[in-house]
């Protein structure tokens, strides 16, 4: 057994990926000081924002702190509350639908709760306020992570199941092995989106203004939202391109490492694999040998253990028939206790405040709809494009989800400013800011949707000498179908969220403001009414969720059994 | 052979599994089988007779509805610990290389790392996998994935090893390179495993492979016959005692799915139906019958499934359907075109049609679903309700896979329609009446 492979391996003097891993390791301890020393320092409500360029790096940091650590929290949550939904006997009944409804509540509808109870358990401590803020972020992260988790762990294949039973498994290794694994392309991709999700509300997250107190955290939100609200163009410009830095960087070193590490998990053998530069260097650096060894020791635990013994699958029997309904009293309890008080605060409300706020609702809805509307306009004949040419796909995919990370609201009042140049008001322009944050689902989805339509479909579309509209009408719609009702959901919801932002800002020291749910909530937070805030956010939930049940739903069934390609 | 003590027993074993809308099916019915050690058990019979229930409930990973399984004496509560399963479409982890998807049975067992590996490089050599110990699934052919299926199963040193249709997602050739080297494995002895039990369709495989052949019928699931195999390997497929064995079993399994007359009771074990359903095939398949029929004569059932290439149970279900229109006769083991196949073969599209509906309107289950129609006021019904008595009639089916058929061959014949979106069923020609004929119908 003498290969020369393994011996020019460990031969081989210090690769430069090892050079760097130290390096990296030298920065990485800094920069736990530095964002300890921020964290564990007196209370300070409004940090000293700097806006000269200098700090930009310092505040970077302290911004992609919140938002690693947050997807820390975001992952966590994802394991224990996708696990518990999947695979507690009768759990999913109650959880799936109060994760609908989770999912539906803006960021401002969490921020109160947060801000008060964490600012009050840690009265002299920076640490309650930027547990709230990594907690907002996490609120902008998480949902869709745990919704997938779920999904892979409700189709993992039984003849798998079947032998993880056979080899006797324990329990931690069968989550290893099979249920992480089985659920880890769909987990990667969808971190991909959690990350870029939870930046979009970083300006919020980091500074804002609650009744009388007003908060601000040293990040790059909060010199993004302290240069827009003094107008300074310059500090506006560097805090975008700090932005984008932050994200190329987060990017090319994370993600597509850890998306070509990830296409192992796959079960086919893609032509076209996904490649980065960073995980080929890694892969053959001495360090990750290192690492795979390790890695060795945590899969096969040397252990002793009888055999014979079967381990008692997971889930179902687990928690003893008193133990469970205990728990679901303390929930069924938890849950009454919590909807009295909430219909208590909503019946102080004046009918006239009622009318308000419905009819800001339906002033939202309708900039939801033409967003949505008018973002397809142009997404659905670019994306279908795109999707048909496989090199034009590989080229723009990556620059597409870049440009999707990237939180739309930090150039909303460049936009504003600009349409009010030519008289337009926020009522119409904020439908351009919402068009500007949710467009991007779409493209991706209509872009999977047509590079999925076989090449046969196309030629037979031209052997029948289908007219343009023909082909639309009679091919590419109907494929499309499923994907862009995909795009469609997940656009729409961010839109609700985003009106928040989009209907009401600081700019230049004056407040703009127009009629909508959004503006209303913002309002609420900044005055410290409560009873307002309940009830819009309410509002919004229901809306959101109402809408989802009965449009969506129903069209994502027609979707499925009349349009998937593969029936 | 030495007539050992039972390795396993299986007594009075029932499965039954839930369907929707509350009601069950049984899958297996009354099952009572002893596999003694040194012995391959090959479960033969058509699909559905619950053949790969019957094996997951030995191993463990099923638990019957009511009966028991007992392993060297003993009751058997959980999973088989001395039993390894190789599985038909290999159930390898896909993010695992060869060599770990081989190791992950040994992860329980009380090995230190030295014998782990050890073990791993024996079996691993023992299928012929050297040299691809650090594949991923992907990378491998079909017969190398099931290569690690094996090595998989036999790492832990199983004295039962157990195959679920291990070979049939194989091509021919593949399928016949490891047949054989199984055998070889379990002949050499010098591995543990020295009892084997397979389940198959495949008529050939169980001659060749096993010592003793269990034949199951369907609907529910029972054993028909059992027949012992004592030809020593390595054996010849033109051996005369495996061409015999072979005849008869293809009787046997013609007889347990078109049976000549009222099968009897000895044999059937379990109360036959009072109506007859329907073999679910399609009609494009029964019509090819006639074709071949047609051009080669009548022919023995044997050598028709060879002429056609196809599973032998499943063309014994074409022939039904055949029958059940009056086109083909099945005297013994022989199958004849009747004058009317002959006649609905020279017809052109539309009297084909015509004679089809007059047939299918004489056919039980037709002849409910028309009744429905006619009670209904819209002219309408929707398939739960015809689900729900297709179950009540016949417990054993499934009911979606009858309703298809139903409406595959009702759609062809003009007698029926179905809307897949409203999910109802309906006359073809609904503003005149309830059902027409394909006469009036024509467009």
């Known amino acids: ?567 | 052979m030495i007539m050992a003590s039972p390795l396993l027993e299986i007594r009075n074993l029932f499965q039954r599994f839930p369907i929707a809308g509350g009601q069950s099916i049984e899958v297996l019915h009354d099952i009572n089988l002893q596999i003694r050690e040194q012995e391959v058990v090959a479960i033969l019979g058509p699909s559905g007779c619950g053949k790969s229930t019957l094996l997951r409930a030995v191993i463990g990973l099923e638990r019957p509805s009511s009966g028991e399984v007992l392993y060297r004496g003993k009751l058997q509560t959980g999973l088989n610990p001395s039993a390894g399963l190789v599985f038909q479409n290999f159930a390898l982890f896909p993010w695992l290389t060869v060599h770990q998807n081989v190791a992950v049975g040994l992860s329980s067992l009380p090995l230190d790392d030295a014998d782990r590996e050890r073990r791993v490089r024996r079996v691993v050599d023992a299928v012929g996998l050297e040299g691809f110990e650090e594949a991923y699934p992907k990378e491998l052919s079909g017969g190398m994935k099931q290569r690690v299926g094996f090595a998989r199963a036999l790492a832990v040193e199983p004295e039962l090893l157990c195959m679920d249709e291990a070979f049939s997602a194989l091509d021919v050739l593949t399928g016949e390179t490891l047949r054989n080297e199984v055998i070889d494995l379990y002949s050499r002895k010098t591995s543990p495993v020295n009892t084997i039990l397979m389940v198959t369709h495949s008529i050939s495989e169980a001659v060749f492979m096993a010592t003793r052949i269990v034949v199951m019928g369907a609907h529910p699931g029972t054993i028909r016959a059992v027949l012992d195999n004592p030809l020593p390997y390595p054996r010849d497929e033109r051996q005369r005692e495996l061409r015999m064995l072979s005849e008869k079993l293809h009787a046997l399994i013609t007889q347990t799915v078109i049976p000549e007359e009222p099968a009897p009771a000895a044999v059937a074990g379990a109360r036959r139906p009072v109506v007859q359903s329907i073999p679910t095939v399609s009609m494009a398949a029964t019509i090819g019958l006639l074709e071949v029929l047609e051009n080669q004569g009548a022919m023995e059932l044997f050598e028709l499934a060879r002429h056609v290439d196809l599973e032998f149970t499943q063309l014994l279900l074409i022939v039904k359907a055949a029958e059940l229109f009056g086109w083909v006769s099945t005297p013994g083991q022989r199958v004849e075109m009747t004058e009317q196949g002959r006649k609905f073969l020279a017809a052109d599209i539309n009297t084909r049609k015509q004679l089809l509906n007059a047939k299918l309107r004489g056919i039980f289950v037709f002849k409910m679903v028309i009744q429905m129609l006619e009670q209904s006021e819209t002219g309408e019904v929707p398939d739960e309700i015809i689900l729900s008595q297709l179950a009540l009639y016949f417990p054993h089916e499934r009911p979606q896979r009858i309703l298809r058929t139903v409406v595959a061959w009702a759609r062809y014949a003009e007698l029926l329609k179905y809307s897949s979106t409203r999910k109802v069923v309906y006359g073809f020609n609904p503003a005149k009446s309830a059902v027409t004929s394909p006469k009036n119908a024509e467009h």
């Open chain 1, 1 to 567: 057994m003498i290969t020369d492979k393994p011996l020019e391996r460990t031969e081989r003097a210090f690769d430069w990926v090892d050079l760097a891993a130290v390096g990296l390791l030298v920065g990485l301890i800094y920069a736990i000081v530095t964002v300890a020393r921020e964290w564990s320092g007196p209370l300070r409500p409004v940090a000293d924002i700097h806006l000269e360029a200098r700090y930009l790096p310092l505040y970077a940091l302290f911004s992609l702190t919140r938002g690693v650590i947050a997807y820390g929290v975001s992952f966590l949550f994802t394991m224990i509350y996708g696990y518990a939904m999947a695979r507690v006997a009768g759990a999913e009944r109650l959880m799936l639908p109060v994760l609908d409804i989770l999912q539906s509540i803006p960021v401002l509808g969490f921020l109160p709760g947060l801000v008060l109870g964490l600012v009050h358990l840690f009265p002299r401590r920076n640490l309650g306020l930027e547990i709230a803020s990594v907690l907002m972020i996490f609120t902008g992260q998480v949902w869709n992570m745990t919704f997938s988790f779920y999904a892979s762990l409700k189709s993992v294949p039984p003849d798998l199941v079947a032998v993880a039973r056979l080899s006797r498994l324990s329990w931690w290794e069968r989550f290893i092995q099979l249920d992480l694994s089985y659920a880890a392309t769909g987990l990667v991709w969808n971190s991909m989106m959690s990350m870029a999700g939870g930046w979009f509300f970083l300006t919020v997250s980091e500074a804002f203004v609650l009744g009388a107190h007003d908060f601000r955290l040293p990040g790059l939100g909060a010199y993004m939202s302290l240069a827009i609200e003094r107008g300074d163009g310059v500090a506006q410009v560097f805090g975008v391109v700090a932005m984008l830095v932050m994200i190329v960087l987060v990017d090319q070193l994370l993600w597509r490492p850890i998306v070509a590490w990830a296409q192992k998990f796959t079960d086919e053998d893609m032509g076209r694999a996904s490649e980065s530069w960073l995980w080929e260097r890694l892969r053959r650096s001495r360090l990750w040998q290192v690492c795979s060894r390790l890695r060795g020791l945590m899969t096969y635990p040397p252990r002793r253990r009888a055999i014979g013994i079967e381990v008692p699958s997971p889930g179902a029997g687990h928690l003893r028939p008193w133990g469970k309904r205990f728990a679901l009293g303390c929930i069924v309890a938890g849950v009454l206790y919590g909807s009295v008080q909430y219909v208590r605060l909503l019946t102080t409300l004046s009918g006239r405040e009622w009318m308000h706020l419905l009819g800001s609702t339906a002033a939202t809805f309708l900039r939801v709809l033409s967003a949505v509307a008018l973002a397809s306009l142009w997404t659905v004949p670019v994306g279908v494009l795109i999707g048909r040419s496989p090199p034009w796909s590989r080229v723009l995919q990556p620059l597409i989800q870049m440009a999707a990370s990237f939180p739309a609201p930090m150039i909303f009042t460049v936009v504003v400013g600009g349409m009010l140049m030519f008289g337009v008001g926020l009522g119409i322009s904020s439908v351009v800011l919402l068009l500007l944050g949710t467009q991007w689902y779409i493209l991706f989805n209509v872009i999977a949707g047509s590079s999925a339509i076989p090449r046969e479909l196309w030629e037979v579309s031209r052997l029948a000498r289908f007219s343009r509209g023909q082909r639309w009408q009679k091919l590419i719609l109907p494929a499309i179908f499923p994907s862009l009702l995909t795009g469609w959901i997940t656009a729409m919801g961010g839109a609700w969220n985003a009106s928040i932002v989009a209907e009401y800002m600081k700019y230049r020291g004056h407040t703009l403001t127009t009629t909508g749910l959004g503006a209303a909530i913002s309002q609420a937070t900044e005055r410290g009414d409560f009873h307002v805030l309940a009830a819009a956010v309410g509002l919004m939930a229901a809306t959101v969720v109402g809408f989802n049940r009965l449009v969506w739903r129903p069209l994502s069934h027609r979707a499925q059994t009349r349009f998937a390609l593969n029936a």
